[in-house]
């Protein structure tokens, strides 16, 4: 009997201690900023990578709106990001949002496209630690002459510019 409740006692305090590693998980979220040069709204050959781009994750209750976790990074010579992101959060919805472009000729946000959904919780079934957003873009204010010829070899259809 006590060999049995000696072995339940270190069972619960294994599965507490595992609890309390999941509720201080480290999240690695990953992904690029880049310039859209042809203001098509996806990414062409020859987009060009924003280095130095502001983004930010922001984590905000499913419920009440309210955010409950923000946290910025910038972007690395090739337009790549790496921001960490700490504790579960399960009951939050999170989205990285670019903030500010440091080139002045690509600063333009493209509506409706300033922000990406990524999942911050182990409860998902999801057991890697990194996460991959989707990519994220400001706009030339003109696109460039090389345009046409790059939608042409994507068999799309004449846009003006």
Do not use: W
């Given at each position: 009997?006590?060999?049995?409740?000696?072995?339940?006692?270190?069972?619960?305090?294994?599965l507490?201690?595992?609890n309390f590693?999941?509720?201080?998980?480290?999240?690695?979220?990953?992904g690029t900023v880049?310039?859209?040069?042809c203001?098509?709204?996806?990414?062409?050959?020859?987009?060009?990578n924003?280095?130095?781009?502001?983004?930010?994750l922001?984590?905000?209750?499913?419920?009440?709106?309210?955010?409950?976790?923000?946290?910025?990074?910038?972007?690395d010579?090739d337009g790549?990001y790496?921001?960490?992101?700490?504790?579960?959060?399960?009951?939050?919805l999170?989205?990285?949002?670019?903030?500010?472009?440091?080139?002045?000729?690509?600063?333009?946000?493209a509506?409706?496209f300033?922000?990406?959904?990524?999942?911050?919780s182990?409860?998902v079934?999801?057991?890697?630690?990194?996460?991959?957003?989707?990519p994220l873009?400001?706009?030339?204010?003109?696109?460039?002459p090389?345009c046409?010829?790059?939608?042409?070899?994507?068999?799309?259809?004449?846009?003006?510019f």
């Open positions: 009997m006590a060999k049995a409740t000696l072995v339940l006692s270190a069972l619960c305090s294994i507490a201690f595992a590693a999941q509720s201080h998980e480290v999240f690695k979220v990953e880049y310039c859209d040069t203001r098509v709204q996806f990414q062409t050959k020859i987009s060009e924003i280095e130095g781009a502001k983004v930010q922001t984590c905000r209750d499913m419920e009440t709106e309210k955010v409950t976790y923000t946290t910025e990074a910038l972007t010579k790549k790496t921001i960490e992101a700490t504790g579960d959060h399960e009951k939050e999170c989205d990285v949002g670019v903030i500010h472009s440091p080139r002045e000729d690509c600063k333009e946000p509506i409706g300033e922000n990406t959904r990524v999942v911050c182990n409860n079934g999801m057991h890697n630690p990194t996460r991959y957003a989707n873009f400001f706009m030339k204010k003109e696109s460039l090389g046409k010829d790059v939608l042409d070899e994507l068999g799309l259809f004449p846009l003006e």
